[in-house]
């Protein structure tokens, strides 16, 4: 039986992934969860679960939970989720934390040896150099749960000499796939929020209609997989039905395709190197994976993205070319800059223009340490928000 703990257990990845350990009970026990605000779907996952350790974004919420559940131990914070990820006797760490917050609970839970089924982009964007550095040197597990990385991994399983040629990395194209960099100046937030295929969170949906979510993806992919950003090639596929792919020296290109439904990659992570039954009549909340039918589907179509209309993916791309602290500031000064769109404080077409802001300013530096992440990270911020202001 595997020890898991869940960071972020209330988000989608997060229920998710407890869908899937709801399905295997003799695989999985669940050693800690962490929540943030939704407090009544945590009150049932902890009755249904019954980790030993138990933790909230506020003082007052662990407070009242713990009067709940006497058996149970409860922290709250950034210390309090330091401490699920690295003493809860957890032996893989699921990361699904949104933004920064996930960059330290990873880097102390692989220096404290624990594998690691992440789905938080932000730990290896912004701390890749870090991170893989410690995975490295203590040998942990370090499992991708985003489908295209999840595919990519299983394409490279069981090869002792990759030889990869070039990865192609799918994206959907999100809500304005085809628009020119003219048409993409006259978006709306309403436009924006509604993707075509995925019900998403609202700063996710953003990102996917900017296609900085697949320029994060490809940063990812660079520390992970250890290959140049030249060596990526991003492939719009709208059936979202081939996950990603791997070219090899010899010509072959190995893929991974399924239906797209994310509890296959969090299976996957939780499990290996093994396989989990997700077909069959099963006790998930979302019931059972459907199994690909292909001819159903007929047809399947690829683009190439246009980086004129989708300036934040050609910006990813400088990013990890121009390397050190670069991505940081890609990352940090999108996020703020996308907040800003949401609140409609600026237009759609503004967010890559002061991202691009933001890396000009920027003067790179070594991240050695993880406070060197956050102080890269303010300044980034400071710069999209002056000129917002």
Known sequence: MKHIAVLG?????????????????????????????????????????????????????????????????????????????????????????????????????????????????????????????????????????????????????????????????????????????????????EQALKHPRWTMGAKITVDSATMMNKGLEIIEACWLFDVPASRIDVHVHPESILHSAVEFMDGSVLGQMGNPDMRVPIAYALSWPERLELTEDSVMEGGSVQPLDLFSIGSLHFEKPDLNAFKCLALAYRAIEEGKSYPIVLNAANEEAVAAFLADRIRFYEIAELVEKAMDAHRPAEIRRVEDIFEVEREAREIVSGAIR
Request: glycine share 10%; with cysteine; charged share 25%.
């Open 9 to 189: 257990s209330t988000g989608s990845i997060g229920r998710q992934s407890l869908d899937v350990v709801r399905a295997h009970r003799s695989s999985f026990s669940v050693s800690s969860l962490t929540c943030s605000k939704n407090i009544g779907v945590f009150r049932e996952q902890l009755k249904e679960f019954k980790p030993a350790l138990a933790v909230c974004a506020e003082k007052e919420d662990a407070e009242r939970l713990a009067a709940e559940f006497p058996g149970i131990r409860f922290l709250y914070g950034p210390e309090g989720i330091l401490e699920a990820a690295v003493s809860s006797g957890a032996e893989l760490v699921v990361n699904s934390l949104l933004g920064m917050m996930g960059i330290r609970p990873t880097y102390e839970a692989v220096l404290a040896g624990k594998d690691i089924a992440f789905a938080n982009k932000e730990t290896l964007v912004a701390g890749g150099s870090l991170i893989m550095d410690a995975v490295k040197k203590t040998g942990v597990n370090f499992l991708p749960v985003d489908s295209e990385h999840s595919a990519i991994f299983q394409c490279l399983q069981g090869r002792a000499d990759n030889r990869i040629r070039r990865i192609l990395l799918t994206a959907s194209g999100g809500p304005f796939r085809g628009f020119t960099a003219e048409q993409m100046r006259g978006v709306t937030k």
